[in-house]
Structure formats: structure tokens, C-alpha cells
């Protein structure tokens, strides 16, 4: 009705009003309105319901045109983590959308396998090794990618991170089992972000869009998870910051929050005994959903935060996740 109101407005009469399903003129008395002015306003707003069909089909049939060739058709992204399990499927949705993507691991030959999988032009996308925990490292690689590519990308996903092979009490946990969770998934965070911005600001990038991957736990947490939840929870709110940061430099920037999601890391988690397998099952029976989600379902979030669909999210944090569990239990993922 948007369209109606902004179009068609001009075709209703200045001086009339509906009020309570009558037609009252402009004026103090109040008076209604015939039955030959009320047959004018039914011809009217026929018209209008015309009109109103017309535009949104035309609108429907140019984003449909503009499909073909893809929502990120001459773009370039630029994924960290994308050797495997979420990452690679963002790399892979990101492709099929016409974009030319990064591909960055500390893996590089895992980075290349991924390049094997990529639809469009192969010589469009480029394989590179990262360790996102060190600002050298990260610094380098956006150096070979603006040079490559003779820009910056304009869609940036900083999806490097772990999860801790096992849980641990806080009684229990060292410093170093709690520092790495926070350098790789906190820390690389933030050195990938900064660094895409201010490539971004550099090549005066104006529709740049950096999305982070957070996690459900963030804003739901289990005990033994200490260190991987405070990074995630960080991650989220910095993500904010950053959102209200950028703004100005026209970065949107927005955090996707997961739930179980089936990937290699995952699998290795449930063929161990613990926590993780006794709530959820090794194949997500425990979830009120019956199943973990797919990769790709993660994925197509990160492309509708990259695309111009969302042109105007920014600092919003997106779920992609199972219901609540209300089962008394004290871990989870």
C-alpha cells in the first residue's frame, strides 16, 4: 500500500477524508457525502487497487530480471574461516550470488578445496592463508587482496573462530584454554574487522557490509562454556559498536547468531561422549526442531545481510537457530 500512498495520493481529492467508513468533506460542518460522491470514491480506489497490482508485479518482475545475474553480481568478498563448515558455505552462497570471493584460512590448501567448489568464473576467486589471530597476518592479507583485485571488498565475513574441543568448569580451566578461545574468536574478530574498514574507507568503498558470526549461546548460556561464550557475547556487542562506528563511512556491519549447526567440527564434538551428545543426540533428536541445522541455511542469512536487500540493517544480531530448549539441563551449544 506503500506504493499506492506514494503515487496515487495526488488522484484522491484534497478536501475529503474517509472517517469511520464515510467520506466527510473539509470543512466544520461535518456533513456526509452523498451516494454519487461515494460511487466516485469506489471508482477511485479500484483504480488505485489497479494501479497499486501494476506496480508492485513491475517491481516483482525487475528484481526478478536482476536475480539472474545475482543479488551480489560485481561485488567482492572476502571470507576468513572459509576452508570448511560455515565458512565454506558462505564462500559458496556468496559465489551462486555472481560475487568474486576471497577465500582465507590458516588452512590455505583447505581455502583452494573450497575454490574447487565455487561456481562463476574460477579465475575470479582467490585463495589466501590467514591466521586471524595475528594483526601482521591479517594486515598482509587484505594487502593481497586489494592488490589482486585492484579494490577492497565491499563484503566482508570474519568467520574464523573454534569452539573448545570438550567443556570445561571454571575451577578447572587454564588461562591459556581461556585466552585462546578469546584471541580466535574475539581477537580475530576484531583485527579482521578493523582492517576491513579501514580498507573500505581507503578505496572509498560506500556499500561495504561486514557480518560477523557470533552464536546463539551468546544471549542463552550453559555452563562449562565459559571462555567460548564471553568471546561470542563480545563479538555481538562489538559488532554494535562498529555498526554505529562505520555508519558514517556507509559500512553496515551485523552479527549472525547460529544454533547447532551440522559441520566437521560439530560432528567431532558429537562422536565424543559428554554433554553436547547427551542433550542434543548424535543427530539433533534432542532439539525441539528434531534436527541441527545445515550450513546453508546458516549461509543464506550472510548473503541477505550482504545483498542491497538489507540496506538499511545494520547493528541488528539475527538468530538462525532452533527454539529454546525448556528442558532442565546446564550445557548446550
Not at 587454564?174 to 580498507?199: C, H, P, Y
Not at 557480518?211 to 555452563?223: F, H, M, Q
Amino acid at each position: 500500500m506503500c506504493v499506492t500512498s506514494r503515487h496515487y495520493r495526488s488522484r484522491l481529492p484534497s478536501d475529503k477524508w474517509l472517517t469511520r467508513g464515510r467520506l466527510v468533506p473539509g470543512n466544520p460542518s461535518g456533513r456526509e457525502v452523498g451516494c454519487a460522491e461515494s460511487s466516485e470514491l469506489v471508482a477511485r480506489v479500484r483504480t488505485l487497487s489497479f494501479y497499486s497490482l501494476y506496480a508492485l508485479r513491475t517491481h516483482r518482475t525487475v528484481t526478478m530480471a536482476e536475480r539472474k545475474e545475482g543479488r551480489l553480481a560485481g561485488r567482492l568478498a572476502l571470507v576468513t574461516g572459509g576452508g570448511s563448515g560455515i565458512g565454506r558455505a558462505i564462500c559458496q552462497a556468496f559465489a551462486r550470488e555472481g560475487a568474486k570471493v576471497a577465500v582465507a584460512d590458516i588452512n590455505v590448501s583447505a581455502a583452494k578445496e573450497t575454490l574447487s567448489l565455487l561456481q562463476g568464473d574460477p579465475t575470479s576467486h582467490r585463495a589466501y592463508e590467514v591466521d586471524v589471530m595475528s594483526s601482521e597476518a591479517v594486515q598482509e592479507m587484505f594487502k593481497a587482496v586489494c592488490s589482486d583485485y585492484k579494490t577492497a571488498p565491499s563484503i566482508v565475513a570474519p568467520i574464523a573462530g573454534g569452539i573448545p574441543l570438550g567443556v570445561g568448569n571454571i575451577l578447572d580451566m587454564s588461562e591459556k584454554s581461556f585466552s585462546l578461545m578469546i584471541d580466535l574468536n574475539l581477537k580475530g574478530t576484531f583485527l579482521t574487522v578493523q582492517a576491513a574498514a579501514k580498507a573500505m574507507v581507503d578505496n572509498e568503498v560506500k556499500n561495504g557490509s561486514i557480518i560477523t558470526i557470533s552464536s546463539r549461546v551468546a544471549e542463552s548460556p550453559r555452563a562449562g562454556w565459559s571462555s567460548y561464550i564471553a568471546a561470542k557475547a563480545g563479538v555481538q556487542q562489538f559488532t554494535k559498536v562498529a555498526a554505529i562506528e562505520l555508519a558514517e563511512h556507509g559500512i553496515r556491519c551485523n552479527t549472525v547468531l547460529p544454533g547447532v549447526t551440522k559441520t566437521p567440527l560439530m560432528d567431532r564434538h558429537l562422536a565424543m561422549e559428554g554433554p553436547l551428545k547427551n542433550q542434543y543426540g548424535a543427530s539433533g533428536t534432542g532439539i525441539p526442531m528434531g534436527r541441527f541445522a545445515e550450513v546453508n541455511e546458516v549461509a543464506n542469512v550472510f548473503t541477505f545481510l550482504a545483498s542491497d536487500e538489507s540496506s538499511y540493517v545494520s547493528g541488528a544480531s539475527i538468530k538462525v537457530s532452533e527454539p529454546p530448549c525448556t528442558c532442565p539441563c546446564r550445557h548446550g551449544a
